[in-house]
């Protein structure tokens, strides 16, 4: 069975997509620990990050970088934070945050968005996307 991330990913459960290739996709997270949080997933579900290949696990980082890249562009932030937690959903996915101080990474305080709102981020990351 599909996770939802697959199935995200899959298009078959919309989201916010900000980037993409062939082996990775990057969204809006629904849930935002900060508006711009985002999850980058490997297409090829694998529930533990360091269960990944070598050449996967790095190829996600590069994804990443890339995406988190974006976001600084897109978001004014002093930092885009970085989270592997992986208890939520069994599929690997990094979170990306912008972030302007450590308390900004609390995921005890969640946002709900407009999807207005969501949609324009979304935008503004994918446009920087390189």
């Known amino acids: 069975m599909s996770t939802i991330f697959s199935r995200i990913a899959a298009g078959e459960i919309p989201s916010w997509k900000v980037a993409e290739?062939?082996?990775?996709?990057?969204?809006?997270?629904?849930?935002?620990?900060?508006?711009g949080h985002v999850l980058v997933i490997p297409r090829r579900?694998?529930?533990?990050?360091?269960?990944?290949?070598?050449?996967?696990?790095?190829?996600?980082?590069?994804?990443?970088?890339r995406v988190a890249k974006a976001l600084e562009k897109a978001v004014?932030?002093?930092r885009v934070g970085v989270a592997?937690?992986?208890?939520?959903v069994p599929h690997t996915h990094i979170h990306?945050?912008?972030?302007?101080?450590?308390?900004?990474?609390?995921?005890?305080?969640?946002?709900?968005?407009?999807?207005?709102?969501?949609e324009a981020i979304a935008k503004a990351i994918a446009a920087n996307f390189e």
């Open 21 to 35: 290739d062939k082996d990775h996709y990057a969204f809006l997270d629904i849930n935002p620990v900060a508006p």
């Open 45 to 65: 579900e694998e529930p533990y990050i360091f269960n990944l290949a070598s050449e996967e696990y790095l190829a996600l980082a590069a994804f990443a970088r």
């Open 76 to 78: 004014p932030c002093k």
């Open 84 to 88: 592997v937690i992986g208890l939520e």
């Open 96 to 118: 990306l945050i912008p972030i302007n101080s450590e308390a900004d990474m609390d995921f005890a305080h969640k946002l709900s968005l407009p999807a207005e709102q969501m």
